[in-house]
């Protein structure tokens, strides 16, 4: 199974257990958040929405937040001495699809627990 979600101006085809980055959404690391604009759910029979699929929607973990490469804007004029130099980077967040979701249910996974916790306290 697999959705087709939209999200910060953009579509992302998205199956369980992908991590994609998108920009940045409101939500603390490690919780689980719904993205509801779901405009295909695909599979046996698959369902296009007009514009999205009621009653669908994606639930996905925030893994990070963190911030795009640097992206120069230089603009010159020549024989005016004239330059101007700005830089930004995006606001990303980093997302693992935990599952997808018809018909209006609510998410039954939590979020994963961190590898290095749990190998930390098998150590000791």
């Given at each position: ?74 603009k010159k004029r020549r024989r005016k001495n004239s330059r101007r130099k700005r ?10 699809v935990s599952e997808i979701l018809t018909d209006g249910a609510k998410p039954t ?16």
């Amino acid at each position: 199974m697999f959705a087709v979600i939209k999200t910060g101006g953009k579509q992302y085809r998205v199956v369980p257990d992908d991590v994609l980055e998108v920009g940045k959404i409101a939500g603390e690391v490690g919780t689980i958040v719904q993205l509801n604009e779901v405009l295909v759910v695909g599979g046996d029979t698959p369902v296009l929405g007009v514009p999205t699929v009621a009653g669908a929607s994606v639930a996905v973990e925030v893994l990070d937040h963190k911030r795009g490469p640097k992206v120069i804007a230089f603009k010159k004029r020549r024989r005016k001495n004239s330059r101007r130099k700005r830089g930004y980077r995006d606001e990303i967040t980093v997302l693992r699809v935990s599952e997808i979701l018809t018909d209006g249910a609510k998410p039954t996974k939590g979020p994963r627990p961190k590898k290095e916790k749990a190998a930390k306290e098998a150590a000791e």
